[in-house]
C-alpha cells in the first residue's frame, strides 16, 4: 500500500489523500456491499421489496449473489482494515470528536478541531463499525447457510443479529455517504481522484495538513 502522501511537500494545489489500490478496494466493497443489501432485504422482505429480485435474475440467483457478496465484503473489509489500520487507530481527539458529533454532524462547513488527523473521529467510528459487523456477517452468515448442521437456537440468534445489524449498517451507510457528499464537500474527489485541495487539507484534517509539512 502507497503511503497516504508520497514525495517531498511542494507547492502543488492538490494533495494526494487516497492511492489507487485504496480506492479501488473502497469502490469495490461498495458495489458487494449494496449487492449483500439488495438482495437481503429484497428477499427478507418479499412483499415490500420483491420487485428487486427480478434485477438479480430471480430468488435462487439472489440467494447465490447475495451469498457471494457476502464473501467479497469479508474479504474486501480485510484487506482495506490492514492498509488504514494505521491512520484509523484511536486517539483521546477522536473521543472528544465522538462527543461532540452531532455538532459536527449538523454543521458541514465549520472546521474541523485542530487535532483532527488522516480521518476524523466520526469516520474512525465507521470504519470499526464496517470492521467489526463484516467479521459478525461472515460468521451469522455462515450459520444461517448451514442452518441445518447447528442447534435452532443458534441459527435463531444468528439470523436475527444479521438482520438487525444489515438495518443498522444501511442506515450507517447511508450517513457515510452523506457526509462524503454534502455533509463535507471536497471529501468524494479524494475517492475519485485520489487527491484533496489544500484548503480541503487544511481546514477538514488540520493535524494531517501540519504533519504534511505543508
Same mark, same amino acid.
Given at each position: 500500500?502507497?503511503?497516504?502522501?508520497?514525495?517531498?511537500?511542494?507547492?502543488?494545489?492538490?494533495?494526494?489523500?487516497?492511492?489507487?489500490?485504496?480506492?479501488?478496494?473502497?469502490?469495490?466493497?461498495?458495489?458487494?456491499?449494496?449487492?449483500?443489501?439488495?438482495? =437481503?432485504?429484497?428477499?427478507?422482505?418479499?412483499?415490500?421489496?420483491?420487485?428487486?429480485?427480478?434485477?438479480?435474475?430471480?430468488?435462487?440467483?439472489?440467494? @447465490?449473489? &447475495?451469498?457471494?457478496?457476502?464473501?467479497?465484503?469479508?474479504? #474486501?473489509?480485510?484487506?482495506?482494515?490492514?492498509?488504514?489500520?494505521?491512520?484509523?487507530?484511536?486517539?483521546?481527539?477522536?473521543?472528544?470528536?465522538?462527543?461532540?458529533? #452531532?455538532? &459536527?454532524?449538523?454543521?458541514?462547513?465549520?472546521?474541523?478541531?485542530? @487535532?483532527? #488527523?488522516?480521518?476524523?473521529?466520526?469516520?474512525?467510528?465507521?470504519?470499526?463499525?464496517?470492521?467489526?459487523?463484516?467479521?459478525?456477517?461472515?460468521?451469522?452468515?455462515?450459520?444461517?447457510?448451514?442452518?441445518? @448442521?447447528?442447534?435452532?437456537?443458534?441459527?435463531?440468534?444468528?439470523?436475527?443479529?444479521?438482520?438487525?445489524? #444489515?438495518?443498522?449498517?444501511?442506515?450507517?451507510?447511508?450517513?457515510?455517504?452523506?457526509?462524503?457528499?454534502?455533509?463535507?464537500?471536497?471529501?468524494?474527489?479524494?475517492?475519485?481522484? =485520489?487527491?484533496?485541495?489544500?484548503?480541503?487539507?487544511?481546514?477538514?484534517?488540520?493535524?494531517?495538513?501540519? @504533519?504534511? =509539512?505543508?
Amino acid at each position: 500500500m502507497s503511503q497516504p502522501l508520497s514525495g517531498p511537500a511542494d507547492s502543488a494545489p492538490t494533495i494526494v489523500r487516497h492511492s489507487g489500490y485504496v480506492r479501488f478496494l473502497h469502490w469495490s466493497l461498495a458495489v458487494v456491499y449494496i449487492s449483500a443489501v439488495a438482495t =437481503g432485504m429484497a428477499l427478507y422482505w418479499r412483499k415490500l421489496l420483491g420487485w428487486i429480485l427480478p434485477v438479480f435474475g430471480g430468488k435462487d440467483f439472489a440467494v @447465490d449473489v &447475495h451469498f457471494w457478496a457476502g464473501i467479497g465484503l469479508t474479504l #474486501g473489509t480485510l484487506l482495506l482494515f490492514v492498509a488504514w489500520r494505521k491512520v484509523a487507530r484511536w486517539s483521546p481527539a477522536d473521543s472528544n470528536f465522538v462527543r461532540h458529533l #452531532g455538532e &459536527h454532524a449538523l454543521h458541514p462547513g465549520q472546521p474541523q478541531p485542530e @487535532d483532527t #488527523g488522516f480521518f476524523n473521529g466520526g469516520q474512525k467510528l465507521y470504519f470499526w463499525g464496517v470492521v467489526v459487523t463484516s467479521a459478525v456477517f461472515f460468521v451469522t452468515g455462515l450459520v444461517w447457510w448451514y442452518r441445518k @448442521d447447528v442447534p435452532n437456537s443458534v441459527y435463531a440468534v444468528c439470523r436475527t443479529t444479521h438482520r438487525v445489524l #444489515g438495518v443498522a449498517m444501511t442506515a450507517g451507510l447511508l450517513v457515510h455517504i452523506y457526509k462524503a457528499t454534502i455533509g463535507e464537500p471536497g471529501t468524494l474527489r479524494s475517492m475519485l481522484r =485520489g487527491t484533496v485541495t489544500r484548503e480541503w487539507a487544511r481546514l477538514r484534517r488540520p493535524k494531517w495538513f501540519r @504533519d504534511l =509539512g505543508r
